[in-house]
């Protein structure tokens, strides 16, 4: 399959009269891994709602091959894992898989240890840890070209870390992601570029003295 660019450019967003976000450019291949760090509050799941389309903004210009998006989600171009849990309670997860997984993937999907161990149990059933595991396998098993992933690491073990980042690089063989966490290590871990979102800017990152330099991380 030919290689797709997701380009992001020119995105201004403010609440209450503060600029949030002003000086934007982001790309992504498909193919590799792009992560996304910044400190609490810089704008960073703003930013991601604004290229899946679920938040609206001052300007944005977002394109996939040069093509111009409007809304990321529609014909499911671009699928996006919330901080939030998405999935409704009460009804088991084989069911909720089903509308989201590619089905060409579907194979791979239904290997997963995390989906073999909880498919007939619902929602509710599950612990924090084991529900975000299943969220993010759904969203980067799905259709979508390009895999925007918001506090994946989140609330799961070092060993589900380890399993997510592993099945994260596969699927990055087909697809462009592009993730954000707290857990700064693990971005680093897993990501082939590094993107700094700061004072409303991004600024690409070479190495680790370049968070320094920026106040991300303290000087050691």
């Known amino acids: 399959m030919p290689s797709q660019t997701l380009k992001v450019d ?14 934007i450019y982001l790309d ?11 400190r609490n509050g810089c704008g960073k799941s703003s930013l991601l709602r604004i290229i899946f389309g679920s938040l609206s903004c001052g300007y944005k210009h977002v394109s996939i091959n040069g093509q111009h998006i409007i809304k990321g989600y529609h014909n499911n171009r671009i699928a996006y894992l919330p901080q939030h849990n998405y999935l409704p309670s009460g009804i088991k997860i ?6 989201f997984i590619d089905p060409l993937l579907w194979s791979d999907f239904n290997d997963q240890p995390a989906y ?3 498919q007939h149990k619902t929602v509710g059933q ?8 299943l ?23 070092p060993v589900q870390a380890d399993d997510l980042k592993i099945m994260m690089e596969k699927s990055a063989k087909t697809k462009g992601i592009i993730v954000t966490d707290h857990q700064y290590y693990n971005v680093l871990d897993v990501s082939d570029r590094i993107i700094l979102l700061n004072n409303g800017c991004t600024r690409p990152v070479k ?12 000087k050691k």
């Open 207 to 218: 190495d680790a003295a370049d968070l320094v330099t920026y106040n991300y991380l303290n």
């Open 116 to 118: 073999q161990q909880h």
């Open 126 to 133: 599950l612990s924090g840890g084991e529900l975000r595991q």
């Open 135 to 157: 969220e993010t396998l759904m969203i980067v098993y799905s259709c979508a070209d390009f895999i925007l992933l918001d506090e994946p690491f989140t609330h799961i073990s």
């Open 94 to 99: 084989q069911k909720l898989a089903k509308p």
């Open 28 to 38: 992504c291949s498909t193919g590799e891994v792009v992560g996304l760090l910044g």
């Open 10 to 23: 020119s995105v201004q967003l403010e609440f209450d009269g503060r600029k949030i976000l002003q000086d």
